[in-house]
């Protein structure tokens, strides 16, 4: 494989650097997700950076399980992240880890600040803390327990550990400078008490270690090279530094920052996704509308697509906020080349070709791909009875219109030419029946050479299989729903429309395994077992491009 999965960017230019100086001879990269919530089309863009570089510099990227605020992580969540990573097309071999793996280090290291006069155990209440701490106007005031003896500090210490204090009582500073313009230096929190069960300890620990001590330090023992994380740690990278610079180890990752990945039109935190799974505003977290991995799953994206989006975003310092439609583009480009080709009637509309032989069915050849050979053709029958789409019939249409209308001449996608010859009426005035004729010389398009310029799909009545399909829209009105006062208030009440009664050429739902369709002139779609009871059900992945979608049809030989 030699096309790289990263573009060149400012991250692997400090990289190439680090290997050419000889400071580094190995890169190692890890992705390190809180196990509280599904991941997020952003962090798509974190995995396929950080396992996109190991692959590229043939090394191996870490999962690290950052799992230190038992309240909210789940192994639920956990074991959907490493099915996420491994469906994006990453895998980290044997390099699993969780930053509860060094609780009993992380520890040892918390002592070695005291022992060095570099942290200590301050009894001041969360609020306190927070109002001594000031702002960017208002200096810290230092915490009356911040002198504490080595041995004071020690003893309390160990009696956080073992139980001695409620939660909340106690915490365990660092000792750096409540003077400084960054806030993160002002005797950050290094350890608080929490009685909380935890996923991997149990109840083994009631002290926690906060996230800004811990991460350096994992990164640390792991060798990781080049810790890669968003923008707004850029200010924790002091931290990040200082921690590193007072603990007896001796590895130091570099800390380098990049933009986070926005996607109009969608939610990338997992908080806020968490709130429309609980307000039941989606059906779960792998909702088809949801931006997260696993609804993008079972909506139908093509993994792939999601690298070459984000591939394509590329990796900066500049925030910003990327189309919708980049994302979609990315979606049809791999779908355009690998979807098989089928016809199905969304909103059906009856023809009745009244010169085709009553009883007779012909198989005709439908090719499954216009542009690969390779996927061969299939039989489609084609009877006296057909369903057309109720688009595809217009009363009084213009010249300009080049599907069906009385006395106009269209072709059948795989199979005849058909004059539409009169449109019946139900007594409320809506066309329910075409009567149609057709031309027995036209099988496969070619008949006398005539010009015909739309092509409609379509399916027999007798032999269509009833489907339902699912149309979804976007999820939010507002291009960034992030940024209003209540993102609640934003939702496209719109986003899902049921089509319960479509119709598919048959032999299509028989398949064991769910390929992504373009029901042709339609959309994308992909079959979506979760809760089909009886009737398949195929959601919409995507809809044609913009050219397709506006309908005004032209010829496709
Ligand atoms: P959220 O706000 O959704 O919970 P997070 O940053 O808290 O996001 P983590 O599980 O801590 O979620 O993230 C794991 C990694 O993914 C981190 O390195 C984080 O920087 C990165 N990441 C998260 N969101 C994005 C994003 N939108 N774009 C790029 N990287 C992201
Ligand atoms: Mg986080």
Redo the contacts with the bound molecule.
Sequence with gaps: MSEKNVTENFITQIINADLSSGKYSKVVTR???????Y?????????C??FGLAQDYQSVCHLRF?DTNPEKESNEYAEA?KNDVRWLGFDWNDKEFHASDYFDQLYQFAEQLIEKKLAYVDDQSPDQIRKNRGDFTTPGVDSPCRNRSVEENMSLFRAMKAGKFADGTKVLRAKIDMQSGNLNMRDPVLYRIRRLQHIKTGDAWCIYPMYDFTHCISDAIEGITHS???L??EDHRPLYDWVLDNVDIDCHPQQIE?????VSYTI??????NQLVESKVVDGWNDPRMSTLSGMRRRGYPPEAIRNFVKDVGVSKKESVISMTVLEDAVRDVLNKTSPRVMSVLRPLKVVIENYPEGKVEMLTGSNHPQDESYGTRKIPFSRVIYVEQDDYKENANRKFFRLTEGREVRLRHAYYITCQEAIKNEEGQVIELRCTYDPESRGGTADGRKVKGTIHWVSAAHAEEVEVRLYDRLFNHPKPASVDHFMDSINQNSLEVIPNALLEPGITAHNEDVVYQFERNAYFKRDRTYEQGKPIFNRVVTMRDSWAKSELQSES
């Design positions: 992705f390190p997700p809180e196990p509280n919530g991941l997020h089309v952003g962090h798509a863009k974190s995995i950076l950080n950052d992240i890669l994380c968003t707004e740690f990049f933009s986070r990945l926005n990338t935190s997992k908080r806020k996704l």
